[in-house]
């Protein structure tokens, strides 16, 4: 099934939705950046998407992620969810 909202520039064909409901997780960082950025990365917020990809170089990328995060650090059931969820990413871009 393909979805017209992404586009592989590499390959000049529309992206597959490959897997609804897919979780990654942001992380935030921990202490001050040191030149290579920062030194350590803790939990922050899940969040769910769709998992899409090109047909024909298998290039991924998980987008649509609603109004926000299903889950934050400050919540007490924080931990619980981060077990019990398969998170295929952990993002530590910031």
Known sequence: ??????????C???????????????????GPSSPDGPR???????????LFECPRCGHQLVSGFGRGPIAEHYQPNYEATRARLDI???????
């Not at 000049?12 to 921990?30: N, Q």
């Open 40 to 50: 350590d990365w803790e939990p922050y917020k899940i969040y769910c998407g769709d």
């Open 1 to 10: 099934m393909s979805n017209h909202n992404y586009v592989c520039l590499r």
């Open 88 to 94: 295929i990413a952990r993002i530590d871009d910031c």
């Open 12 to 30: 000049h064909c529309f992206y597959d939705t490959k897997k609804v409901g897919v979780y990654v997780e942001e992380l935030a960082p921990v």
